[in-house]
């Protein structure tokens, strides 16, 4: 079955600290996406990645930062939390092709910033 | 730019009631369209997609028609189960948008027994 794991599903962090969501697919996805889900906004992409080491700045990169040192993993990164930042935030993946494919999300990781 | 506009939530029906979610959109190149479901706790998953125009995409019991003539994608599912509550999530891709899909604001769906 495929999968693409998020490794928190709650977090509380505080205003003013990093932050680290971390994302892994087992399926050998080339794309890699990161959004955050807020009531009457929909989905908003904030970074997403088509390869190794690559990133393009997505909608609302205003705050964020991403790394993708190896092809199953892509983190988020809050370098200073604040609580505007509190969301949902979900992970997604697809082949190269997505525009004829589907993505593949995450359960998704609740962070509370304080 | 490219966009998708789903009809306001939330909605309540009661169980075998016939579903509707509006959804229409713009794009500046040749969309794929899809909806994208949501359950309680969970990440989204695929519900359905069409790929070209007039194609019908369909899975459990739902549908939906790409319509270029009037740009929509309206789901339908002819009596709906309590099973079904969820957010459902219309989106947008395109040859000219790249890897980067569009999503609408999501739509809530409860049934009633």
């Known amino acids: 079955d495929v999968k693409v794991t998020q490794s928190s599903r709650y977090l509380v962090k505080r205003t003013g600290e990093k932050v680290f969501l971390e994302c892994v697919q087992d399926?050998?996805?080339?794309?890699m996406f990161w959004y955050r889900q807020d009531p009457g906004l929909g989905l908003r992409l904030i970074y997403f990645?088509?390869?190794?080491?690559?990133?393009e700045k997505g909608d609302i990169p205003e705050g964020y930062s991403v790394s993708r040192e190896k092809k199953e993993r892509f983190s988020l990164i809050l370098e200073s939390a604040s609580t505007n930042q509190t969301s949902m935030y979900l992970c997604?993946?697809?082949?190269?092709?997505?525009?004829?494919?589907?993505?593949?999300f995450g359960e998704g990781s609740r962070l509370t910033v304080l | 730019g490219d966009s998708v506009t789903q009809m306001e939530g939330p909605v309540t029906l009661s169980e075998e009631a016939f579903l509707t979610i509006n959804c229409t959109y713009t794009?500046?190149?040749?969309?794929?369209l899809f909806w994208y479901v949501q359950y309680p706790g969970e990440g989204l998953q695929l519900l359905l997609k069409?790929?070209?125009?007039?194609d019908k995409g369909s899975n459990k019991g739902f549908e939906a028609t790409y319509r270029k003539e009037t740009t929509s994608f309206h789901l339908e599912k002819g009596s709906v189960q309590v099973s079904d509550s969820a957010v459902y999530f219309c989106?947008?891709?395109?040859?000219?948008?790249?890897?980067?899909?569009?999503f609408g604001t999501g739509t809530s769906l409860t049934v009633i027994p």
């Open positions: 989106a947008l891709i395109t040859s000219n948008t790249g890897n980067q899909f569009y």
């Open positions: 794009a500046t190149g040749y969309p794929s």
């Open positions: 399926m050998d996805h080339e794309n």
């Open positions: 990645s088509y390869d190794v080491k690559m990133k």
């Open positions: 997604a993946s697809s082949l190269p092709s997505a525009w004829s494919g589907e993505l593949f």
């Open positions: 069409a790929t070209k125009a007039d």
